[in-house]
């Protein structure tokens, strides 16, 4: 099983959103632990992968020789893919 770990950066943003949004995500989150190829889309011409929970967007980094999924954001899907 995979472990999840949060940048700080996507922490933040985790917490900025409403209680119900970050009880979905963490609940898909956890869902994807198993098989995380499963769940995550991997994004176009890019290393990290993407996770879709209703209107909001994860992006994360999946490492499985390490067994570990790295939050590196997450938002809106308006606004998740700006630089």
């Keep these: 099983m995979f472990e999840i770990f949060f940048t700080n ?30 769940h995550f889309e991997r994004l176009v011409g890019e290393k990290a992968y993407k996770l879709r929970v209703g209107d909001y967007r994860i992006i994360a980094d999946i490492d499985n020789n390490k067994l570990v999924i790295l939050v590196l954001k997450l938002g809106h899907r308006k606004n998740i893919y700006e630089r």
Excluded: H, M, Y
């Design 9 to 38: 950066k996507a922490e933040n943003q985790l917490k900025k959103l409403e209680k119900n949004v970050q009880q979905r995500i963490i609940a898909v989150l956890e869902r994807s632990r198993i098989r995380p190829e499963d």
